[in-house]
């Protein structure tokens, strides 16, 4: 059975730190990891992986994957109260379909 | 931009009554998916449909029924529902291809009472 596992399932920071979020996958056929970030609405997508070791970046955020150990990291730097969210992460296995496999999020809150 | 749409945000029905949940999306994909979201178990897949009128059963089917008689629509359907479906669902859409991501819906938060 697919598995996705997340950590720490809830986080409590305040404004400026940095804060890392972990995700541990064992998917059939895996193909990709995707991070989505959740407010009070539709999730959000991040990032998508396919390869290890390299690093995806968007402004204060980033990610790696590594594909021998079977995790993946997402890192904000210089956090700001609108981070403050659940962030999902989520393993693509299998078929063409493009089934995913999510984990049980991450509820980050920001404090100022 | 990619919109997935669904009917309801918010939803009360009442024990043993037939619901439907609608989600649309109006970017021509193939893939559309329905997912329930409950605290500290995160998104957990029911059903997922690759074209029109065909389905298939994600991890948690039990109790939910399915229907995608036109490409932009795939339906959600409690034949009768329970306490134990009261829950958050999204759906999703995803063009058939080498990307895996795939677009949300805003949700719809469903009660039974």
Redo the contacts between chains.
Sequence with gaps: EDKVVQSPLSLVVHEGDTVTLNCSYEVTNFRSLLWYKQEKKAPTFLFMLTSSGIEKKSGRLSSILDKKELFSILNITATQTGDSAVYLCAAAGGTSYGKLTFGQGTILTVHP | DVK?TQSSRYLVKRTGEKVFLECVQDMDHE?M?W?RQDP??????IY?S?DVKMK?K?DIPEGYSVSREKKERFSLILESASTNQTSMY?CAS?P??A?????????TRLTVT
């Design positions: 997935v893939n998916f997912y500290g178990l995160g998104l957990r897949l997922f690759y298939e994600g999204l995803r058939t291809g990307r895996n991501e795939q677009y949300f819906g805003p949700g």
